[in-house]
């Protein structure tokens, strides 16, 4: 930690916390029932647990990166969890927002500036790339594991699928950013390892890459494919498939039947 680094730098923000405290309140309205429009408290849950995750995967690079050399990330205010301190606040917050409710499909984007020149290593460039979908991958690990232990058969059945919808988000946003794709960490990890030439025709491409893989998605084939894949995936944990759509159509309070 540099000389200038202030305890500030380090301080969880408010506003990080107030998304949390919406994620706890509209759970809890999901969970008791207390909510009206119960597609609408879930909607909130799962938007400000979708947030949350995005801070926290943002946080895992600047936290990687803090501890392989850049010691700028304090200054920067990438470890308050903040999401307006964010480079591109569209790219980080807006855009996956946006993919949750257009598709159900969750995939944060690549926002935290980090200055690799102070960072020396190839194996040190991969992990911070890593970091963030890892956190992802916790993230739905922690989601998963009540349904593993069978924890959930009590559960209020809007709460089990908003529960379970949340999940998902963070398996699909696991398996979609790592990816090897310019623009996406899958090919942060692997480009330390590319040849500077290959690294310089490619970089044109890196802004388009999360669009690419969203446009992709839209191909019905490549969809049913991957939503096999994620589903087979929950069904280790023992996550219900019916839970998850169930939970998408709540979350879509909008829509009409």
């Known amino acids: ?61 600047a936290r990687t990166a803090l ?54 290593g190839r194996w040190k460039h991969s992990l911070i790339s890593a970091a963030g979908p890892l956190m992802n991958v916790l993230f739905a690990i922690v989601l998963m594991l009540p349904f593993a232990f069978g924890a959930t058969h009590s559960w209020p059945v809007g709460f089990l699928a908003a529960f379970a919808f949340l999940a998902m988000l963070q398996v699909t946003a696991a398996v979609l950013n790592l990816l090897p794709v310019p623009g996406l960490d899958g090919y942060g990890i692997i480009e330390p390892w590319l040849s500077y030439d290959f690294r310089r025709q490619v970089e044109p491409f890196a802004q388009f890459g999360l669009l690419a893989v969203f446009g992709c998605l839209w191909i019905p084939e490549v969809n049913v494919a991957f939503f096999d894949f994620v589903y087979t995936v929950m069904g280790w944990f023992d996550v219900p498939e019916d839970a998850i759509r169930y939970g998408y159509t709540l979350f879509r309070f909008w829509v009409s039947d």
């Open 1 to 61: 930690m540099s000389s200038t680094d202030t305890r500030s730098d380090h301080r969880i923000s408010p506003i990080f916390l107030g998304i949390a405290a919406v994620m706890a309140v509209s759970g809890w309205a999901v969970w008791s029932g207390f909510s009206s429009s119960p597609g609408f408290a879930v909607f909130l849950f799962v938007v400000s647990g979708w947030v949350v995750s995005l801070c926290l995967h943002e946080y895992a690079h």
């Open 67 to 120: 501890h392989s050399g850049d010691i700028t990330i304090g200054a920067k205010g990438y470890l308050t969890l903040n999401p307006l301190k964010y480079t591109h606040a569209l790219l980080s917050i807006v855009l996956p927002v946006l993919f949750v409710i257009m598709g159900g499909i969750g995939l944060p984007g690549g926002a935290v500036f980090i200055e690799r020149g102070r960072i020396q």
